[in-house]
């Protein structure tokens, strides 16, 4: 057995922390001295690159680099093939990217690694989480939990600064938005109220820039940017751009295509104009967050900006706007997430290795909440399958719901339980986790049964239905929700991630 590490894997860097010999974490350097190592893959002949290497070939070899694949992760429909042939999906490049950073940790470290707590966004739903777990599986690794990236960034707050009091995380990553209200006390995190989009980060201002440059070259020049080397050219440029307004008023863009050599200057004042519309979209999710909790803003302590896009200047001054205090510029937006990662590491750490011990007094409890509702399909009045909610979002675990329904026609026989995860009450928008078919007495219609949902601390969904007529359980069952690929495909994946070299 080795040692137990934190990973924070993102959609556009990743990195690796460990409690060190302080008692507290820290984030250790990859083989080319980094803290942080692009989330990205190159797929040649020689082997495989990930990180700086693999991000720096996007412009010569667009096709053969991988990048934002978090985005994809729990999707089965995605596939990347290498020039060799080989059908990659999105789990099995989460893996490469892992392989890359624990080899480069073991290095550092000096020893081996086996055990690790990733992290997610708390907006993911259970089939990304799940995928997220089998990306680490499929890396040989052992995963011993799965945390969400906000309430990672607080740990490390309230541990590191022995800090008790209400946080409001405010999380914009490379390619997801969370936004957590949680309570820290003595060792104990209490998850108010959560909320995010696990389709709004970085990559999106990014885009916003792309967008602009593409339609002002093509009005200069008549030229349009549409090839595979000329996207990857923008979003190399934008991502410089953006970079480079996080700390100055304006910044030149050079681009050179078809024969022209142009020069544009995207002023920050453009820029948060092109982007105002995103940030809008986060600032609304804040809101929702501090309304739905019933929170005032004096009760909110400490503001904390995580994530490398909180580095723009005009979110910091929407927040302090929003919440009336200045958010604490103490917290590192790219490592605070994996230092909390590896706190908990060290409480849950399965490994026989000896720990470190944490430099704290005391205990690390988790009080997590669902974010999503879960539910039942059910038919309405009017005769349409709709989705019922249970569980809603938010509801602290482990909790225990239950909900009255009613059979549909006289002498009924069975009940069909589809239980599904999603808030909007159209199915069309949510997805279904589990079914199950239950004999039932016959019956006048509209005899009354009773769904009973317990979810545990683990996620586990417990299902039990009473016939209210005869007071009796119909039957049980549980949802130990599995990811997108069965147990022979994790196998095989696993035995190919082994096999390839990763620079």
């Known amino acids: ?181 949680l309570e820290s006390k003595s060792g104990d995190f209490n998850i108010v109220h959560t909320a995010g989009d696990r389709n709004l980060g970085g990559f999106d201002f990014d885009n916003a820039i792309i967008n602009w440059i593409r339609e002002s070259f093509a009005e200069w020049t008549g030229v349009s940017l549409d090839s595979d080397q000329d996207e990857a050219m923008l979003r190399e440029r934008a991502e410089q751009a ?94 605070a997430v994996a230092r909390g990662a590896a706190i908990v590491a060290n409480v849950r750490s399965s490994s026989s290795t000896e720990l470190v011990p944490l430099k704290t007094s005391n205990e690390i409890v988790i009080n997590d909440v669902v974010s999503h509702g879960l539910g039942v399909v059910v038919v309405n009045s009017r005769g349409i399958q709709e989705n019922s909610v249970i569980i809603p979002a938010n509801t602290t675990i482990p909790s225990q719901v239950g909900r009255e329904y009613y059979t549909s026609v006289d002498n009924q026989t069975s009940i069909e339980v589809s239980v599904t995860e999603g808030d909007e009450a159209d199915l069309r928008y949510v997805k279904v986790i589990g079914d199950s078919t239950l004999k039932i007495p016959p019956h006048p219609r509209s005899s009354p049964v009773k769904v009973i949902f317990s979810c545990d601390i683990d996620g586990i969904l417990h299902i039990e239905v009473i016939d209210l007529v005869d007071d009796k359980s119909l039957g049980e069952f549980e949802i130990d929700r599995q990811g997108v690929m069965n147990v022979s495909d994790v196998k095989l994946m696993r035995s190919s991630v082994t096999k390839t070299t990763v620079f």
Do not use: C
């Open 242 to 335: 953006k970079h480079r307004l996080s700390s100055s008023e304006s910044a030149p863009i050079f681009i050179s295509a078809g024969g022209h050599n142009e020069k544009f200057l995207l002023t920050r004042e453009k820029f948060e104009s092109l982007t105002a519309g995103l940030l809008s979209r986060t600032e609304m999710l804040v809101e929702e967050v501090i309304d739905e909790a019933g929170v005032s803003l004096s009760g909110i302590d400490r503001v904390l900006l995580v994530g490398g896009s909180t580095r723009m200047p005009m979110v910091a001054k929407m927040m302090e706007r929003l919440t009336g205090q200045v958010a604490d510029s103490t917290v590192h937006p790219d490592e």
């Open 1 to 181: 057995m080795g040692r137990t590490v934190g990973i924070d894997l993102g959609t556009t860097y990743s990195a690796v922390s460990v409690i060190g010999e302080t008692g507290l974490p820290e984030v250790l350097r990859n083989a080319e001295g980094q803290a942080i190592t692009p989330s990205a893959v190159f797929f040649d002949s020689d082997g495989v690159l990930v990180g700086q290497q693999a991000k720096s070939q996007r412009i010569i070899n667009p096709e053969d680099v991988v990048e934002f694949v978090k985005r994809y992760i729990g999707d089965p429909s995605w596939a990347y093939y290498a020039p060799s042939g080989e059908r990659y999906t999105p789990e099995s490049i989460s893996a490469l990217i892992l392989k890359k950073l624990v080899e480069d940790a073991q290095l550092a470290l000096g020893e081996p690694i086996s055990n690790v707590v990733i992290t997610v966004p708390a907006y993911f739903n259970d089939a990304q989480r799940m995928a997220t777990r089998q990306a680490g599986e499929i890396a040989g690794l052992q995963v011993d939990s799965i945390i969400n990236e906000p309430t990672a960034a607080a740990i490390s707050y309230a541990v590191e600064r022995n800090f008790n009091g209400t946080l409001l995380v405010y999380d914009l990553g490379g390619g997801t938005f969370d936004v957590t209200l």
